[in-house]
């Protein structure tokens, strides 16, 4: 049975497997490849999208749990949000393999709306999801202050 | 076996090539300069050589022979030719170089990244290219306006003269390509840089990064592909005897499903289906002759290793002779194996048609891979394309040849192009991973407490023996030496031995090689040398780094910056020299937490002229992390011929909530550049358990750290 959805305002029938994960049709069969595979357990958090405005694992969500629902990868969030995260990410020039950024940031927009100014501690705890092995983890940190920063 | 055949052919292959050539290419720009037939069309390079293309219209790219995996080179290597360009970066655009001789490696041998040799290796060579193009570019302005060269200025782009004239260096580049290359032009004194060692330098792969349309390996897309997914031997080296696929047939969505050398693929439109298919084939193994390798008996086998002679790599003095109230000391450290578990799981995209073979993916050794590709796709070197894509991670995983090999098998096999992904648990079980390794320290303490003579012995697999055989000579892997043959320390009677011990299971070169195993040995030995002695270790290390001025100055500046204060029993400390650059670590530990926990990092680098300041911090913090993580909680461990860890939940990877505080700082120094990539990752481990013994007393020799 097709499974209906939105992903980044944009109605979507897919008609395959409905136990798929949400990842792989997204990157296989809609060709949006911003989420990426890490683990595929839900321990590292490349593949972080948002589902109806929440982190989710991707490679963890089959794509029936979406149905009905709105999908956001790092390319729907809102231009403002979206904007003040890489202009952050940019100015701290955060990546180095850049693998796991993608799902960094969308973990980290979802930090930004449930909380406008975080602290430190708040940071590093609703990051620890999401494992970088170049260690870029202290300017994830000052890149999410920035954001919230031009957020507020 | 077939599939090391197969890889055997491919090294040899790459090494008789790369043998054959020489020297010949070091110096790429030696290349002419080719006008190419783009008469008319501005966007097209009329200025093309192996480093440098402009377009009519002043599009200005350097070609990068450096993989891009985190380290840097996308701004880096740019960054060398912008400077004798007089171009700000963000005027240059970046091509990553397909595979060619003139990109091989000087330092290397071969088209590798890897060694933290890019910037070592291109600083010359790269702004020679610049510096050679930009002369080209002022003859031709001068030829054009009849004017001399002398009075003629290159400067952001453009090419002008005193009396006011002026061209892009587009407008000139057709003409420029017609004239030959200075061979040795002069190069800029480090006093006039406008580009390198600047701080506001940005990345210029940041942007495409952040906006999630950087393309790695797993990203790429090839009209008409399918996804494989690949059933490996659960004990590595082991090769399928037979298999039934009809169940993976009626996984709804698989396409195929075909036999290569070491595994079974089944191929889908999506990873999901091709993963299904595989876990429900039914497949004999043929497990091969590590089928009953455990991880005691390996380790028996290095610790048999102690007792013999091995390569004996460097000798001072007499180690042998008696010292005159000499005290004796004598300890044995041990490191597990590890994984390099990169972020980017192992994959590849593999089209063989036509007699061709186009390989795209996240590579480290391009020639190692159009060489391996070539042998499974059963065509000629010349008719394989490689395509390097960002890589989503390296660490010297993807150094490797297996994946480029397998994709080209498993497309050819299926007569469709193919993406190969493994799984994580694929990549973890399947690697190609650190030695264990096994290192006896012998000392004996002067009358002054000193070390009077130092013995070490290092007993490990080879891994220059299984990648690159030819350059093991008599016991002598030129790779187990990192970290040991270039020891700092005045000590009068030394001797550095290695004994190569093999076990069966495949290593590989992980970041920072053996500069991590023998800094830990080492590094924890003098610790223990100095409380021997009853001496600081700070005091202690300063006293014997007489013939390293670079080295003391490393270490004075992070006794500074770290606050360390001597007698305190808080911080542990470790000094090195690793790939040109000296560093100096002090962890401090959290004394008010109950259990072991590290509160601060200070590092500090001498990496000799620095291209890129804030991308060098980058690269030791996230060296230092990257060590701190195999130190704390990594080990790869094997039962029944099985790698027993699988993913990141038993191979864990430190987290935001868990790293401490890591503070960089550089000296500066005009000294020819020095390594970084992996220049962060040695010490750390020993600092830490240098720390734990100050704070309490017990001494740790094996890693990982299980507190």
Redesign the interface.
Known sequence: MAVSFTLNGKAINFD??P???IL??L???L?V??P??????G??G?CTVHLEGAAIRSCSAPISAAGGKAVT???GLTAKVGKA??DA??EF??????????GQ?MSAADLLAKKKQPSSDD???A???????????????KAVKRAADKLA | MKNQSLKSNGRRQFIQQSAALGGAFVIGIHLPLTSQAAVGDAAKPVLANAWVQITPNNQITLICARS?????VYTSLPALLAEELNLPLSMIQVQIAGVAPVYINAMLGGQITGGSTSVREAFDKLRTAGAATRMVLIQAAAQRWNVSAADCKAMNGKITHSSGKSATYGELAADAAKLPLPEKPALKSPANFMVIGKETM??L???S????????G??V?IPGMA?ASLAQCPVIGGTPTSFDASAAMKV??VIKVVQISDGVAVLA?????ARKGRDVLKITWNEGSNANLSNAVIRKSLEDGLSKKGAVIKTVGDSNAAVVNGKPLSAQYFLPYLAH?????VNCSADVSNGKCRIIGPIQFQQGGQAVAAAAAGVKPEDVTIETT??????GRKLELDFIRQAAEISKAAGMPVKM?W???DDITHDFYRPMSIHKVDGILGANGQLASLKAKMVSQSVTARAFPGFVKDGFDPFMVEGSNNITYEIPNLEITNVITDTGLRVGYWRSVSNALNAFAIESFVDEAAKAAGKDPVAYRMAALSKHPRAKAVLELAVKKSGYVPGSKRFGVAQMECYDTYSACILELDSAAKETKVKKITFVSDCGITVHP??AR??L??????GLSAALSNEITIEKGRVQQN???DYP???????P??EVHLVPSQEKPGGLGEVGVPLVAPALVNAIAAATGKRIRELPIKV
């Open positions: 395959g497997d136990e798929t994960p792989w049709v990157r296989d069969h060709d490849t911003s990426k595979y890490g683990c595929g357990a321990l590292c490349a990868t790092l390319e995260l890489q990410w940019i020039d955060v990546p180095q393999c850049g693998y796991c950024q993608t940031m940071i590093k705890n990051m620890s999801g999401n494992i970088c092995r170049c260690g870029t983890y202290s300017r994830i940190e | 891009e995996m985190g380290q840097d940005r990345r792969d940041t942007p990064k952040v906006a999630g349309k950087a393309v790695y797993i990203d897309k996804i709804t969505g439109k999506d990873f999901y289906t578990s990169t972020m980017e799981p960002f890589l989503g991670g390296g660490f992904l799984t994580k648990e804030d991308q980058a690269q913090t996230g060296g230092v992390i990257y993913n990141f939940n990877s430190l987290r935001q909530n868990q790293v505080v890591v």
